[in-house]
C-alpha cells in the first residue's frame, strides 16, 4: 500500500534555530517527492521537488534531501523566522505513466515561538 | 499568470442542507481540476478530478458529487450533508497534458456541518 509518513506530527522552536522535519514512503515506483508549506487557513504551496536521482534541492532556507534507496526524505529549515510557523506536507507521487495520483503525508505542524 | 479562486471562504451549514462549493482558474485553458478534503490530523484525500468539460473521476464513495459546466469551473455539491462532511475542501489545478503532480491549490473552503 502506498503511504507516507511524516514526523514529528508537531514541533516547536525558538525563532533564529533549525529544524529538520522527516517523511518516510513506501510508495512504489518511485516518480518524485515535493514538499509544500500549508498556512493555517490556506492551500498548500510547493517548496521543493525532487526525482529518485537528485539527492537535494534548495529554496532559500528550506533545503530537502532525499535517499530513495531508503526511501526517507528531510527538510531542514535554517534560522526559522515566526513566519516559517505552517504546516509542512510531504508529497509522493508514483509513477503511472499516466495521471500522476498524489500521496500526501499528514503534515508537521511547526510553530516557531519568539 | 494563473490564479486560483475558491468560495465561499468559510461555510457552516445544518446536517441534511446542500451544499456547492466553486473553483474557477484563470490564465490557462483546459487545466485538469481536482477537488480534496483534508480533515485535522490527515493528509489530503483526492475527492474528484475532472480533465475536461463534463468528465469526472470519482476517488471514493461518498455523499459529495462534482460537476465541471465550464473550462475552467468546478464545483463539488451534496444534496444533504452529513456530519462527517466537515472539513477544509481545496480545489487544484495542473496543466493539461503536462505532469499530473505539478498541481497548484486554492485558498480552501472551511466547511463545518452542524
Known amino acids: 500500500k502506498n503511504q507516507v509518513e511524516q514526523s514529528p506530527q508537531s514541533l516547536i522552536i525558538l525563532e533564529g534555530k533549525n529544524c529538520t522535519l522527516q517523511?518516510?514512503?513506501?510508495?512504489?515506483?518511485?516518480?518524485?517527492l515535493r514538499w509544500y508549506k500549508q498556512d493555517t487557513g490556506r492551500g498548500p504551496v510547493s517548496l521543493t521537488i525532487?526525482?529518485?536521482?537528485?539527492n537535494t534541492k534548495s529554496n532559500g532556507r528550506y533545503t530537502a534531501t532525499l535517499d530513495a534507496d531508503t526511501k526517507q526524505s528531510s527538510l531542514h529549515i535554517t534560522a526559522s523566522q515566526l513566519s516559517d510557523s505552517a504546516s509542512y506536507i510531504c508529497?509522493?507521487?508514483?509513477?503511472?505513466?499516466?495521471?500522476?495520483?498524489?500521496?500526501f503525508g499528514a503534515g508537521t505542524r511547526l510553530a516557531v515561538h519568539p | 499568470s494563473q490564479t486560483i479562486h475558491q468560495w465561499p471562504a468559510t461555510l457552516v451549514q445544518p446536517v441534511g442542507s446542500p451544499l456547492s462549493l466553486e473553483c474557477t482558474v484563470e490564465g490557462t485553458s483546459n487545466p485538469n481540476l481536482y477537488w480534496y478534503r483534508q480533515a485535522a490530523g490527515r493528509g489530503l484525500q483526492l475527492l474528484f478530478y475532472?480533465?475536461?468539460?463534463?468528465?469526472i473521476s470519482s476517488e471514493v464513495p461518498q455523499n459529495l458529487s462534482a460537476s465541471r459546466p465550464q473550462d475552467r469551473q468546478f464545483i463539488l455539491s451534496s444534496k444533504k450533508l452529513l456530519l462527517s462532511d466537515s472539513g477544509f475542501y481545496l480545489c487544484a489545478w495542473s496543466v493539461a497534458g503536462g505532469p499530473t503532480y505539478e498541481q497548484y491549490f486554492g485558498p480552501g473552503t472551511r466547511l463545518t456541518v452542524t
Open positions: 475532472s480533465v475536461g468539460i463534463g468528465q
Open positions: 525532487m526525482t529518485f536521482s537528485e
Open positions: 517523511c518516510n514512503y513506501t510508495v512504489s515506483p518511485f516518480s518524485n
Open positions: 508529497v509522493v507521487s508514483p509513477f503511472s505513466g499516466g495521471y500522476n495520483k498524489l500521496i
